[in-house]
């Protein structure tokens, strides 16, 4: 009771920090979990004129259909493969990225070199997409002049299926690779000083001191966020792939994201894309609850 009471008096105490929380509550609550209902959908057959609480109820009916569904297999390969390239080449990005911004000294240097790489974040994925277009070109772009110019041949990169993925994954890296050192660099600047000074007592170099206590020290940082990149591992870039895509790509550019939205959007069949939604969601949460589970096995740094 007594331990209510304090809880209370501190709460109205600092009641002007806790209002400051109530728009990130309001937005999570608004778009995060009222959209919940819908979930529903998945487990019926879904009509607009009946609406949720009249339309027929058909049980795990569209969970079955997508398995059986012959676009099944291509999508969730794509989904899969697009996503362990993402992660397995954009994540250590940052890192790596963030370790060289930590060896510059020259302060004006280093933060003219950190502003360039974060401008690409801000950039929208039109945007980002329509260089890569631009860039890659069969007649005038920057590349294939640059292939031309050192004695190979003009590449049509958009009609080949297999520059689809690293065009989509080095374009990816381009753009998130700079903001994602903020929060590395924010790890770095928690590791203490007097380990570096001690190090250097005892004759270790650069590359030693990186290796020993630079990636130590960030390496709970590192887990955390391996973690989160292989929960979010079929979480494709949705818009970045339906503006790259071309029918001649469907092989190994077909995506769960893009077909729940061929399938949902223009082939109003929103019970079977909820469907599929769902089951993308359980696997995602699986994919995170066993790495946090190995995390927690192994090591002292976990979600929960």
Same mark, same amino acid.
């Given at each position: 009771?007594?331990?209510?009471?304090?809880?209370?008096?501190?709460?109205?105490?600092? %009641?002007?920090?806790?209002?400051?929380?109530?728009?990130?509550?309001?937005?999570?609550?608004?778009?995060?979990?009222?959209?919940?209902?819908?979930?529903?959908?998945?487990?019926?057959?879904?009509?607009?004129?009946?609406? =949720?609480?009249?339309?027929?109820?058909?049980?795990?009916?569209?969970?079955?259909?997508?398995?059986?569904?012959?676009?099944? +297999? #291509?999508?969730?390969?794509?989904?899969?493969?697009?996503?362990?390239?993402?992660?397995?080449?954009?994540?250590?990005?940052?890192?790596?990225?963030?370790?060289?911004?930590?060896?510059? #000294?020259?302060?004006?240097?280093?933060? $003219?070199?950190? @502003?360039?790489?974060?401008?690409?974040?801000?950039?929208?994925?039109?945007?980002?997409?329509?260089? $890569?277009?631009?860039?890659?070109?069969?007649?005038?772009?920057?590349?294939?002049?640059?292939?031309?110019?050192? /004695?190979?041949?003009?590449?049509?990169?958009?009609?080949?299926?297999?520059?689809? #993925?690293?065009? %989509?994954?080095?374009?990816?890296?381009?753009?998130? *690779? /700079?903001?994602?050192?903020?929060?590395?660099?924010?790890?770095?600047?928690? $590791?203490?000083?007097?380990?570096?000074?001690?190090? *250097?007592?005892?004759?270790?170099?650069?590359?030693?001191?990186?290796?020993?206590? @630079?990636?130590?020290?960030?390496?709970?940082?590192?887990? =955390?966020?391996?973690?989160?990149? $292989?929960?979010? =591992?079929?979480?494709?870039?949705?818009?970045?792939?339906?503006?790259? %895509?071309?029918?001649?790509?469907?092989?190994?550019?077909?995506?769960?994201?893009?077909?729940?939205?061929?399938?949902?959007?223009?082939?109003?069949?929103?019970? %079977?894309?909820?469907?599929?939604?769902?089951?993308?969601? *359980?696997?995602?949460?699986?994919?995170? +609850?066993? @790495?946090?589970?190995?995390?927690?096995?192994?090591?002292?740094?976990?979600?929960?």
């Amino acid at each position: 009771m007594l331990n209510q009471k304090s809880f209370w008096k501190r709460f109205i105490k600092d %009641y002007e920090l806790h209002l400051l929380v109530l728009p990130g509550l309001a937005v999570l609550l608004i778009f995060k979990y009222l959209p919940m209902y819908g979930i529903v959908m998945a487990f019926q057959n879904f009509n607009p004129g009946k609406g =949720i609480f009249g339309s027929d109820w058909v049980g795990f009916k569209h969970i079955i259909d997508y398995f059986e569904d012959p676009y099944f +297999y #291509r999508t969730m390969r794509n989904t899969f493969l697009l996503g362990f390239y993402t992660l397995l080449f954009s994540f250590p990005a940052p890192i790596i990225l963030a370790l060289l911004f930590n060896e510059i #000294r020259n302060r004006i240097f280093k933060r $003219v070199v950190q @502003t360039i790489s974060y401008m690409p974040y801000f950039l929208s994925t039109v945007i980002v997409v329509g260089l $890569v277009i631009e860039y890659t070109n069969l007649s005038e772009g920057l590349i294939n002049n640059i292939i031309e110019m050192l /004695g190979g041949q003009r590449i049509n990169f958009f009609a080949l299926t297999r520059w689809f #993925r690293p065009l %989509y994954i080095l374009s990816g890296i381009w753009q998130g *690779v /700079g903001f994602g050192t903020i929060i590395y660099l924010a790890a770095l600047s928690g $590791v203490d000083e007097e380990l570096y000074e001690a190090a *250097v007592i005892d004759g270790a170099g650069r590359f030693k001191q990186m290796r020993y206590i @630079t990636l130590p020290g960030i390496t709970p940082t590192i887990t =955390i966020m391996l973690i989160l990149a $292989v929960g979010g =591992i079929l979480g494709n870039d949705f818009q970045k792939i339906l503006l790259m %895509y071309r029918p001649g790509l469907y092989e190994v550019a077909d995506v769960v994201s893009t077909y729940v939205y061929r399938a949902g959007i223009e082939g109003a069949n929103y019970s %079977y894309s909820t469907a599929i939604g769902l089951f993308l969601s *359980v696997v995602s949460f699986v994919f995170l +609850y066993s @790495t946090n589970k190995i995390s927690k096995k192994f090591g002292d740094t976990y979600l929960w």
